[in-house]
């Protein structure tokens, strides 16, 4: 199962996934807690200027609930076959 989370609301969620087509849904964590909780809050910076928000954070959970792996500072371009590659990797070695 793919799950897609950020703190932006629903709509903004929609808009997005129907723009890109996605085929995995996009939940809504406006308040952060889901962010908190896997520690991917925090400051960030963009051109000089401080802010609040999600660091670009992927993570493989396995089917038991433990974090398989975990992918930080993403960059979207080529992502998904990254993505992909360690999990074939992980099924191997089970």
Do not use: C
């Not at 925090?42 to 433990?66: C, L, Q």
């Amino acid at each position: 199962m793919i799950l897609g989370i950020s703190p932006d609301d629903v709509p903004s969620h929609r808009k997005f996934r129907k723009k890109f087509e996605l085929p995995y849904n996009l939940l809504a964590d406006t308040g952060h807690a889901v962010a908190d909780t896997y520690g991917v809050w925090g400051e960030k910076s963009f051109m000089g200027k401080k802010y609040w928000g999600n660091h670009r954070t992927t993570f493989i959970v396995a089917p038991d609930g433990r974090i398989a792996h975990v992918f930080e500072g993403v960059q979207p371009l080529g992502h998904a076959k990254d993505v992909a590659a360690k999990i074939a990797e992980l099924r191997r070695a089970t």
